[in-house]
């Protein structure tokens, strides 16, 4: 025999409300709210109604995580508690999340960019060594990570020893579609992070300006990057001025205004 359990349209609309303000701070009393109803247990089947999945499937696992932890790093993620020195974080990405990852295209095709590693890089080091001031050595990219619409990637980056100092970092990522090839672990980049120390964090600016003797218009720049197949969009345009010499560029870099809000988000959760 089935029992099954019949909710009102008005009495849910109530409750939900009620809920939303308990959310929200208010104080309800509950047991008043139920004081006029009557009601009784009834026995229901333990095994399934029916064969049908009412699962929403395309739940954006990414956005979970980051209800579940507000304060973890967009690119970086949640830090793992494991035993021992290596340290594992995690999180999704995908190709409009974030939003500002479908801004950086490759030959009309969303390209992770080589920033988000080094902010990444520099994320891990400042929660491992609880200082703003660190310092990303030998960062090798080894594999494009690219993003397809609708596909979902699942990203570590891991920490290991390498003396007192400093760490060795990895950054992988594995897809989520069910072939074969989506199951396994791609390396993308790693390098070296440590505490940045006194004397390592100055840099002679006057001499680079010195080396740096021709200016290049900014937007002929980005013109001439989008006829080789680059794309920057709006949130990676945040070249102010650009000056090159003989074998390196000096670049002065402002915060898209799209972007700055979120920055502060991010950095507020430091």
Known sequence: ??????????????LSSLGQLYVLGFRVDWSGFDRDYVRRKVAVPTYPFGRERYWIENINKNQKRRYLSKKSHPLLGERFN?????????????????????????FEKTLFPITAYLEMAVSAARDRFKTESVLVEDLVIERGLSLSSGEQKKVQTILNPLDKQGYKLQIFSQGSSESEESELWH??????????????????????????DRAIEVKQHYQKCRE???????????????????????AQIKLPQELAGEAGLVAASR
């Open 228 to 250: 080789i197949g680059i794309d920057y969009g709006s949130s990676f345009q945040g070249i102010q001025s650009l000056r090159t010499g003989a074998s390196q560029a000096l």
């Open 187 to 212: 390396s993308h980049a790693k390098g070296k992070i440590k505490p940045l120390q006194a004397e390592e964090s100055k840099v002679d600016i006057e001499k680079y300006r010195g080396d740096c």
């Open 1 to 14: 025999m089935h029992h099954y359990i019949f909710i009102t349209t008005e009495w849910q609309q109530m």
């Open 82 to 106: 494991f035993a021992g020195e290596q340290q594992v974080f995690e999180t999704y990405i995908e190709e409009k999340e974030p939003s500002y990852l479908s801004h950086h295209k490759v």
